[in-house]
Nanobody
């Protein structure tokens, strides 16, 4: 599975961005999809995930209520809508996939950079 993320950019605090991640697989609906991020000098952290049947969703406490993850299985794409962005959201954002029968994220895309200025 190849994953291609896009949608990052430079925005001001309080703005919104939507990240997209397209997957090259015919069995996209059998993968749980996740978003992770890594800020400069910090370890990669979990942001959000969505189950293989379009739910359930899980969020890190730091983004709950501001970010929303969704997926379109007809387009093999997962989205991350990010609202009320804060400078601390600045990071490279990565999408990842794990098959329904596997417990780990085995497939990762290249990061898309989100920079939030104050």
């Amino acid at each position: 599975v190849q994953l291609q993320a896009c949608g990052g950019g430079l925005v001001q605090a309080g703005s919104s961005l939507r990240l997209s991640c397209a997957a090259s697989t015919r069995t996209f609906s059998t993968y749980t999809m996740g978003w992770f991020r890594q800020a400069p000098g910090k370890e990669r952290e979990f942001v959000a995930s969505i189950g293989w049947t379009d739910g359930p969703t899980h969020y890190a406490d730091s983004v709950r209520g501001r970010f929303a993850i969704s997926r379109d299985n007809t387009k093999n794409t997962v989205y991350l809508q990010m609202n009320s962005l804060k400078p601390e959201d600045t990071a490279a954002y990565y999408c990842a996939a794990k098959h329904v029968y596997v417990g780990t994220y085995d497939y990762w895309g290249h990061g898309t950079l989100v920079t939030v200025s104050s």
